[in-house]
C-alpha cells in the first residue's frame, strides 16, 4: 500500500490519483506562494513548468502576470485535470500543457526566461540529464527555480521509504546545478525545504 501511494505522489493515475491530486494541491499550495514570486516574472516572459500535477501554479501564475506558460507532465490524469482547470487560458493561446515525460522529451535550446518545478526532482534518479536539458532550454539570460522538501522531512514519510523517491540534499542538488554549468546558485530555507534558484 506505501509503494501504491509513492507511485501515486510520482505519477498519480486513477482514483487513489485523484484523492493523492486533492492532497497535493492543499499541501503545495504554500510552496507554489513561495516560489512564483521568485520567479520575478516580466511582461511577455516565457515560462515551463515541469510535473504541472493539478494545474494550479499554472493557474496561479497566468491569473497574476501577463507572460505564456507552458507545461508538461506525464501523468495522464493530473493533464486532464490541469487542462480543465485552465481551459480558458489554453483557449487564449496563454498557455499549453502536454502530456509525457520530461526526461525524454525533445527541448530546443533558448526557449524559455523562467523554468521551475515544485516536488519533482526526487523522481529523477540522475540530475545531470534533465538540469543539461534545462540549461539548453533556458534563454541566455533564463533562471531554473526548484521548490524541494528537506530531505529530512522526505525520510520521515513511511511512502518514501521504497526507492520510488530520490532522497537528495540540498548541497547535492547545488553541486549538480553547477556542475552543468549554471554560474550562479542560491537557495533559500523555509519550513518544508528549499527553494533554489540558479541562473
Ligand atoms: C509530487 S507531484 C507534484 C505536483 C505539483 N508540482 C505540486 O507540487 O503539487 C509530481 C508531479 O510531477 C510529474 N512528473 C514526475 N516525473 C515526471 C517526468 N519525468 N516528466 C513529466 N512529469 C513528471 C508527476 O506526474 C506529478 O504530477
Redesign the pocket.
Given at each position: 500500500m506505501l509503494r501504491s501511494i509513492g507511485n501515486q505522489?510520482?505519477?498519480?493515475t486513477g482514483l487513489l490519483g485523484k484523492i493523492i491530486s486533492k492532497v497535493?494541491?492543499k499541501?503545495?499550495m504554500p510552496?507554489?506562494l513561495k516560489l512564483i514570486p521568485e520567479l520575478d516574472i516580466k511582461q511577455h516572459d516565457i515560462v515551463l513548468?515541469?510535473?504541472?500535477?493539478?494545474g494550479?501554479?499554472v493557474n496561479m501564475i497566468l491569473s497574476k502576470y501577463d507572460c505564456t506558460v507552458s507545461g508538461?507532465?506525464?501523468?495522464e490524469l493530473?493533464f486532464k485535470q490541469a487542462s480543465k482547470r485552465n481551459k480558458k487560458f489554453i483557449e487564449s493561446g496563454k498557455l499549453e500543457l502536454k502530456c509525457?515525460?520530461?526526461?525524454e522529451s525533445e527541448m530546443s535550446p533558448d526557449q524559455f526566461d523562467k523554468i521551475f518545478?515544485?516536488?519533482?526532482i526526487y523522481?529523477?534518479d540522475d540530475l545531470a540529464k534533465p538540469f543539461t536539458k534545462i540549461k539548453t532550454a533556458l534563454k541566455e539570460h533564463g533562471m531554473f527555480c526548484i521548490?524541494m522538501a528537506n530531505v529530512d522531512f522526505i525520510k520521515k514519510m513511511k511512502f518514501t521509504k521504497d526507492g520510488i523517491f530520490n532522497k537528495y540534499s540540498k548541497d547535492e542538488v547545488v553541486d549538480a546545478l553547477y556542475k552543468v554549468g549554471f554560474k550562479e546558485v542560491s537557495y533559500s530555507l523555509n519550513s518544508k525545504g528549499y527553494i533554489i534558484k540558479c541562473c
Open positions: 505522489f510520482k505519477r498519480p497535493m494541491m499541501g503545495n510552496d507554489y513548468e515541469i510535473g504541472y500535477g493539478h494550479l501554479g508538461i507532465d506525464f501523468s493530473m509525457g515525460n520530461f526526461l518545478c515544485i516536488h519533482v523522481f529523477w521548490f
